[in-house]
């Protein structure tokens, strides 16, 4: 029983970084209708600068304590992102391109990032430390490393963020006019250029938080884009493209059906990385539109 | 009719003459680049006018070639049967791929193959005796067809072979109706669902035909090493080829061609320079054609051809005539 409660942290602080990666997606994806294969990439360069920030592996001056560290995570992630906009993506919508254009900009981006980060960091894994140290933890029932409990509390407090943003603010209900109908938001008043820029900006951020939270668990790995950014994208299919709590439920589905598989079935556990690829596919045959439907234009 | 004849079997001719005038370092990349060029043109028609965005090309290559290996040498199949069963394998794989993820609009298919190339490169690192492992399979050799040992140049000429059959079916296809459906979807699915093409199916089945292409090519690559292991069949490659058909001029067969050949030819001239870097080179390059010019290679020769042209002392007639198309275009 212990071991299923220690299995269900596990799933959970695993399931949350997808979920992260998802809702990066979703920031974008809404407004834009871009699908950003780079926001792996993304959270490659939010691991690797934590690394950087936080040890004295990249850059032996500098260790900063991490509070500070992740402000500055999310400023040069959000700098990444905004600065992509500018670069690959806007002169494409300006000149009204087909959608295709843009997503095939971003894997140029996606390939010259990881390619950056091989050539800065190096090719060998490095890990950054956890903020709340190794030692084991329970809460109630529950068992599993600080950073497994702090994952998964600071992802709430995102998506916490997230839903009130996009709820109870302006600017989130300018980013859901958007995603309903581009031309009617921009007739009514909304900024299409500013939304779209603060939406990579805002995925970046996040993307790079969520390499912040995996790189003390998996360490920062010039690799380790791709399989989050498919891992992420799957969450996404699987909870609904349309929703905050999508990405979530998405990300969770995801890591538990993984972790749980390769602990309870005889699979190899190389092949759990299988998993998402099963039920992407199960998901596109018998309900496309993910668990959590799209809400309605309101 | 007789002329284009007489183009192919020109074509052939010089492919052919060139792989018996090779040396053994030569022949290698000389057959690797043809194998390139298949596979640029196949995942041209793929991507580039059928507009559909997969990252499963190379997985192919690779179902094609271990198909063919673990069919002749594992389960004991004689060859031509073990290339029949291997392209029946590539066909299910790409449907049970692509039918779901056609069905709807939007990128579902290029997150269906991503997920199935990272899958496939797991699968063969896992797969025991069958696959090799992450070893892969080694020490085999082309065995004998009705009683023939193809070897040396011989074996150049059956790649030839493939790449031509390869541009003349996709050359084909492309002229069809079929092709003019593709290019139809591709540029707008809703009008041509209107014009009462059957997007789905079309695309499933311009999926399944490419696809299929890539394993045969990747079938007649595994007798070019006589090894087959994981790393050749990742996504490093298949972010190559999407560099080819993108930087060479997507939709367009000869910017396939040109694509393949500069892309494989540039590590080469680069070396000195960047390293072992080229990627980097080639992901700027690819950012900035589809900032620049969408058409790439192919749009670049276009626009110097018109400038020469341009150039050429204009008769006072010539240049009337010259503004009146202008005109008329805009």
Same mark, same amino acid.
Request: glycine letters at 10%.
């Given at each position: $029983?212990?071991?299923?409660?220690?299995?269900?942290?596990?799933?959970t602080?695993?399931g949350c970084?997808?979920?992260?990666?998802?809702l990066?997606?979703?920031?974008?994806l809404r407004?834009?209708?871009i699908?950003?294969?780079?926001?792996g990439e993304?959270?490659?360069?939010?691991?690797?600068?934590?690394?950087?920030a936080?040890?004295?592996?990249?850059?032996?001056?500098i260790?900063?304590p991490?509070?500070?560290?992740?402000?500055?995570i999310l400023?040069? $992630?959000a700098?990444?992102?905004?600065?992509?906009?500018?670069?690959?993506?806007?002169?494409?919508l300006?000149?009204?391109?087909?959608?295709l254009?843009?997503i095939l900009?971003l894997?140029?981006?996606l390939?010259?990032?990881r390619e950056?980060?091989?050539?800065?960091?190096?090719?060998?894994?490095l890990p950054?430390?956890?903020?709340?140290?190794?030692?084991?933890?329970?809460l109630? +029932?529950f068992?599993?490393?600080p950073?497994?409990?702090y994952?998964?509390?600071?992802?709430?407090?995102?998506f916490?963020?997230?839903?009130l943003?996009?709820e109870?603010?302006?600017?989130?209900?300018?980013f859901?006019?958007?995603?309903i109908?581009?031309?009617?938001?921009?007739?009514m008043?909304?900024n299409l250029?500013r939304?779209?820029?603060?939406a990579?900006?805002?995925?970046a951020a996040?993307?790079?938080?969520?390499?912040l939270?995996?790189?003390a668990?998996?360490s920062?790995?010039?690799?380790m884009g791709?399989?989050?950014?498919?891992?992420g994208?799957t969450?996404l299919?699987?909870?609904?493209v349309?929703?905050?709590?999508?990405?979530?439920l998405?990300?969770?589905v995801?890591?538990?059906a993984?972790?749980?598989?390769?602990?309870?079935?005889p699979? +190899?556990?190389?092949?759990?990385?299988?998993?998402p690829?099963?039920?992407?596919?199960?998901?596109l045959?018998?309900?496309?539109?993910g668990?959590?439907?799209?809400?309605e234009?309101? | 009719m007789?002329?284009?004849?007489?183009?192919?079997?020109?074509?052939?001719?010089?492919l052919?003459?060139?792989?018996?005038?090779?040396?053994?370092?030569e022949?290698?990349?000389?057959?690797k680049?043809?194998l390139w060029i298949a596979?640029?043109?196949s995942?041209?028609?793929? /991507?580039?006018?059928?507009g559909?965005?997969? /990252?499963?090309?190379?997985?192919?290559y690779?179902?094609?070639?271990y198909?063919?290996?673990?069919?002749?040498?594992?389960?004991? %199949? =004689?060859?031509?049967?073990?290339a029949?069963?291997?392209?029946?394998?590539?066909?299910?794989? *790409?449907l049970?791929?692509?039918? =779901?993820?056609?069905?709807? *609009?939007?990128?579902?298919?290029?997150l269906a193959? %991503?997920?199935?190339?990272?899958l496939f490169?797991?699968?063969? #690192?896992e797969? #025991?005796?069958?696959? #090799?492992g992450?070893g892969? %399979?080694?020490n085999y050799?082309l065995? @004998?067809?009705?009683g023939?040992?193809?070897?040396g140049?011989?074996?150049?000429v059956?790649?030839?072979?493939?790449l031509?059959?390869?541009?003349?079916?996709?050359?084909?296809?492309?002229?069809?109706?079929?092709?003019?459906?593709?290019?139809?979807?591709?540029?707008?699915?809703?009008?041509?669902a209107?014009m009462?093409?059957?997007v789905?199916?079309?695309?499933?089945?311009?999926?399944?035909?490419t696809?299929?292409?890539?394993g045969?090519?990747?079938?007649?690559y *595994?007798?070019?090493? !006589?090894?087959? !292991?994981?790393?050749?069949?990742?996504? @490093?490659?298949?972010?190559?080829?999407?560099?080819?058909?993108?930087?060479?001029?997507? &939709?367009?067969?000869?910017?396939?061609?040109?694509?393949?050949?500069?892309?494989?030819?540039?590590?080469?001239?680069?070396?000195?320079?960047? &390293?072992?870097?080229?990627?980097l080179?080639?992901?700027?390059?690819?950012?900035?054609?589809?900032?620049f @010019?969408?058409?790439?290679i192919i749009?670049? %020769? @276009?626009?110097a051809l018109?400038?020469?042209?341009?150039?050429r002392?204009?008769?006072l007639?010539?240049?009337r005539?010259k503004w009146?198309?202008k005109a008329?275009?805009s």
């Amino acid at each position: $029983m212990s071991d299923i409660l220690e299995l269900t942290v596990n799933a959970t602080a695993t399931g949350c970084i997808y979920a992260l990666v998802a809702l990066a997606y979703l920031l974008i994806l809404r407004p834009t209708g871009i699908i950003n294969f780079a926001i792996g990439e993304w959270a490659m360069a939010g691991a690797f600068i934590s690394v950087a920030a936080l040890t004295a592996i990249v850059l032996p001056a500098i260790s900063l304590p991490y509070p500070l560290a992740a402000i500055v995570i999310l400023v040069i $992630m959000a700098a990444i992102g905004w600065a992509t906009e500018r670069v690959a993506v806007r002169p494409l919508l300006r000149r009204k391109a087909a959608i295709l254009s843009p997503i095939l900009a971003l894997l140029g981006v996606l390939v010259i990032m990881r390619e950056l980060g091989a050539l800065v960091f190096g090719v060998d894994p490095l890990p950054s430390p956890p903020p709340f140290g190794f030692r084991r933890m329970t809460l109630g +029932p529950f068992a599993g490393t600080p950073q497994n409990f702090y994952i998964i509390a600071s992802t709430l407090l995102v998506f916490l963020g997230a839903w009130l943003f996009f709820e109870r603010t302006i600017w989130g209900r300018a980013f859901e006019a958007v995603a309903i109908d581009r031309r009617a938001a921009a007739l009514m008043g909304v900024n299409l250029n500013r939304v779209t820029a603060l939406a990579f900006a805002a995925g970046a951020a996040l993307a790079g938080f969520a390499g912040l939270l995996t790189s003390a668990q998996t360490s920062a790995h010039y690799m380790m884009g791709l399989p989050l950014a498919i891992q992420g994208f799957t969450a996404l299919v699987i909870g609904g493209v349309g929703r905050v709590e999508g990405a979530l439920l998405g990300g969770l589905v995801i890591a538990f059906a993984e972790q749980f598989a390769t602990r309870y079935t005889p699979i +190899p556990s190389g092949l759990t990385l299988g998993v998402p690829l099963l039920l992407l596919i199960l998901f596109l045959f018998v309900r496309p539109s993910g668990l959590l439907p799209a809400k309605e234009g309101r | 009719m007789i002329i284009s004849g007489v183009k192919w079997v020109a074509a052939a001719a010089i492919l052919i003459a060139t792989a018996y005038l090779l040396g053994g370092y030569e022949t290698d990349l000389y057959r690797k680049l043809l194998l390139w060029i298949a596979l640029a043109l196949s995942y041209n028609f793929l /991507f580039g006018i059928s507009g559909q965005i997969a /990252f499963s090309h190379f997985t192919f290559y690779g179902v094609g070639a271990y198909a063919i290996v673990i069919l002749t040498f594992q389960a004991g %199949l =004689p060859l031509p049967l073990a290339a029949l069963a291997g392209i029946a394998v590539c066909v299910l794989v *790409a449907l049970v791929v692509a039918l =779901p993820s056609t069905r709807l *609009a939007g990128f579902y298919l290029a997150l269906a193959t %991503l997920a199935l190339a990272q899958l496939f490169i797991v699968v063969l #690192g896992e797969g #025991g005796r069958i696959t #090799g492992g992450r070893g892969g %399979l080694l020490n085999y050799r082309l065995p @004998e067809v009705f009683g023939f040992q193809i070897s040396g140049p011989d074996y150049t000429v059956v790649i030839v072979l493939v790449l031509l059959g390869t541009l003349a079916l996709l050359l084909r296809l492309d002229r069809s109706w079929f092709g003019r459906a593709c290019r139809a979807i591709r540029d707008n699915p809703s009008a041509a669902a209107a014009m009462g093409v059957n997007v789905a199916r079309i695309k499933v089945i311009a999926f399944v035909v490419t696809s299929t292409l890539a394993g045969v090519a990747g079938m007649t690559y *595994a007798f070019v090493d !006589n090894t087959v !292991n994981p790393p050749i069949f990742g996504l @490093e490659n298949m972010f190559l080829l999407l560099f080819m058909v993108i930087i060479g001029g997507s &939709g367009s067969h000869l910017g396939a061609i040109l694509g393949a050949v500069v892309l494989y030819l540039a590590p080469f001239v680069l070396q000195p320079f960047v &390293g072992h870097h080229h990627v980097l080179v080639f992901g700027v390059f690819m950012v900035a054609v589809i900032l620049f @010019e969408p058409r790439g290679i192919i749009g670049i %020769l @276009e626009r110097a051809l018109a400038w020469l042209k341009r150039r050429r002392p204009p008769t006072l007639v010539g240049r009337r005539i010259k503004w009146r198309q202008k005109a008329d275009l805009s």
